[in-house]
């Protein structure tokens, strides 16, 4: 008896626990899904923006949330304390070269595949909104991870104004294309340059500095960035931003129902899915070419560090190592080569960006870039 009175009062204990886990999770999970899945907008067929709600599919996730943690306190929980869920060592090591030898194929072959997939599950009509929103948009602020991992988790530097360096290069284009009616192709080879324009220039001045300095100089120089779109109404457009952008294409084969166009030119009926699979896959093979580079970033002597997966250039920064791969009168140098390799990478997501933007001057997209 003595034995399943423990026992009963173990399990009263953790169901205790286990509810109020779940509860507090619940909560959170209702904070966090009820601005980004409760709320909808909505544009009419006046152009109107109208809020509506989506309470089922809210409270479906916060309680499959609730679900999932009340499952983990009362099942998962007591047994991994326990180590019965605990991988052998053989078994954890087979999994992890599983992990690292079909994962990274997997996932490329997946993102190759994955407007095929769309366009069989929902059709050429639907596939236009998965595509842009759930393809290009995610691979674009993926190339902005990984360029902000090159400045903040591979050299340590607490870059604040990271950003503007997008905008840069979406306004670079906006307004050469308007402007001197250049080309998609010859701009995105124009954006390294801009990059290693703007890399420099914020770069030597900047980049002696550290810590809380570079933070504060940072911040100002995004913050200076975004009030020059704004207040140079003349070029800028000011929060309208810039309409009537000409649309990219394919060496000179635009995308539209004209007889010079895409559909015409292949033997194909017009929809403006065409478009938005070439700016996918463009993003796609940028966002691939920016993963190989920090891979080999990392693998380069000048990228690796005595017990720790940082450049030397950072530790210039912090002080606490010896530097292997450059020496003092080249830090600086090498901090702003740094600086130039996650600016460009900025530039080409700006660059891709705009051309999704609809033409529509209410457009809130477009209102939201300006």
Request: charged fraction near 15%; hydrophobic fraction near 55%.
């Amino acid at each position: 008896m003595g034995a399943a009175q423990v026992a009963g009062a173990s399990f009263r204990t953790r169901l205790g626990e286990g509810l109020r886990d779940t509860g507090l999770t619940a909560l959170v999970a209702l904070g966090v899904f009820l601005p980004l899945v409760g709320f909808e907008t909505i544009t009419d067929i006046n152009n109107v923006l109208i809020l509506t709600t989506r309470w089922p599919l809210l409270f479906a996730l916060v309680g499959s949330v609730a679900a999932i943690r009340f499952i983990y306190a009362l099942i998962l929980a007591p047994r991994l304390e326990r180590g019965a869920l605990r991988l052998p060592l053989r078994a954890s090591s087979t999994a992890a070269n599983i992990l690292h030898n079909w994962f990274i194929p997997f996932a490329v072959a997946f993102v190759i595949v994955y407007p095929m997939l769309v366009v069989l599950a929902v059709g050429f009509g639907g596939a236009v909104r998965w595509i842009d929103n759930f393809g290009i948009q995610i691979l674009i602020y993926v190339m902005l991870g990984w360029g902000l991992n090159i400045v903040v988790g591979l050299a340590g530097l607490l870059d604040l104004g990271y950003v503007a360096f997008y905008a840069v290069g979406a306004y670079s284009y906006a307004l050469l294309a308007k402007t001197f009616g250049l080309s998609f192709w010859i701009l995105l080879p124009l954006a390294g340059t801009l990059a290693s324009f703007w890399g420099i220039l914020l770069g030597f001045p900047v980049l002696r500095l550290r810590g809380d300095y570079l933070a504060i100089v940072t911040l100002a120089f995004g913050e200076i960035i975004r009030l020059i779109l704004i207040n140079w109404v003349p070029v800028t457009n000011g929060y309208a931003g810039i309409g009537s952008i000409p649309r990219p294409t394919l060496f000179g084969i635009p995308f539209n129902a004209e007889d010079n166009g895409f559909a015409a030119v292949f033997g194909l009926e017009f929809s403006p899915l065409y478009r938005v699979l070439f700016l996918y896959y463009v993003i796609l093979a940028l966002a691939l070419v920016t993963c190989f580079f920090n891979v080999r970033l990392r693998r380069l002597p000048i990228g690796r560090a005595r017990g720790r997966d940082r450049l030397p250039v950072a530790r210039h920064q912090h002080h606490q190592y010896q530097a292997d791969g450059l020496c003092d009168g080249r830090n600086v140098r090498g901090l702003c080569r740094l600086v130039l390799c996650c600016t460009a990478r900025l530039h080409f997501a700006g660059i891709v960006h705009v051309p999704r933007i609809r033409d529509d001057p209410l457009d809130c997209r477009a209102r939201r870039h300006g």
